[in-house]
């Protein structure tokens, strides 16, 4: 199957097969976005943060590369942070994997995003972050923050908040973040706390992540 690559014309998009390619099309510190076209869980995330998806592409699991056919991963599965090989990725033809760039990202800000992921593994995955997710997912509640300007969710996030576990999304902003020398560490969805948003979000934001068509 290869990896996903987007391909954005006239404002819309489509995805095609593409070979993965180290130093390419994929590279450490980049971020992979996942998911899985049979897998309910896989399609139970998306369909909770449906009401975030900007582009129509459907995002479930967020992980960060740390090198070639390498990448560590926060796992429900596994109850904590993990090493993976991406080949779990790759030779899957049902799962969709794209890999967003960090844009104007240095070697040594690359290294310094692989190395905090690394540095996380077999920290607990945070299952109670999971929980307030999907509560702010319901409609009911999703109407109560509009009128909140979103404050609701942010706080109930930052109340169950673990700083030393994670859930995909987080462990993937949270080394994003460590790279202070890397000039997007606090922008765009990056100058949030790293447990209030969901891999949906992350992928979507278009001010930390360099455009699709220059992959």
Request: charged letters at 25%; a positive charge; one cysteine or more.
């Amino acid at each position: 199957m290869g990896l996903e690559k987007v391909i954005i014309k006239n404002k819309k998009h489509k995805t095609i097969s593409d070979i993965p390619q180290y130093g390419k099309n994929y590279d450490k510190g980049w971020i992979g976005f996942t998911f899985d076209k049979t897998s309910p869980v896989s399609k139970a995330i998306a369909l909770a943060t449906k009401y975030k998806n900007k582009t129509g592409i459907k995002i479930s699991h967020a992980l960060v590369v740390v090198g070639e056919g390498q990448c560590v991963e926060a796992s429900a599965n596994n109850k904590k942070v993990i090493s993976s090989d991406l080949s779990k990725y790759f030779d899957d033809p049902n799962q969709v994997i794209i890999f967003q760039k960090p844009k104007e990202l240095t070697v040594e800000d690359a290294e310094t995003i692989a190395q905090t992921a690394i540095s996380c593994i077999d920290m607990p995955y945070e299952f109670k972050q999971l929980g307030s997710h999907g509560v702010c997912s319901l409609p009911v509640v999703r109407r109560i923050n509009e009128g909140t300007f979103n404050i609701i969710p942010g706080l109930f996030a930052m109340l169950l908040d673990n700083k030393n576990a994670f859930i995909c999304s987080e462990l993937a902003a949270y080394s994003l973040k460590s790279a202070k020398s890397w000039k997007y560490h606090n922008k765009g969805i990056l100058r949030r706390p790293t447990c209030r948003f969901n891999p949906q979000e992350l992928f979507e934001d278009k001010t930390i992540f360099e455009d699709y068509s220059t992959i």
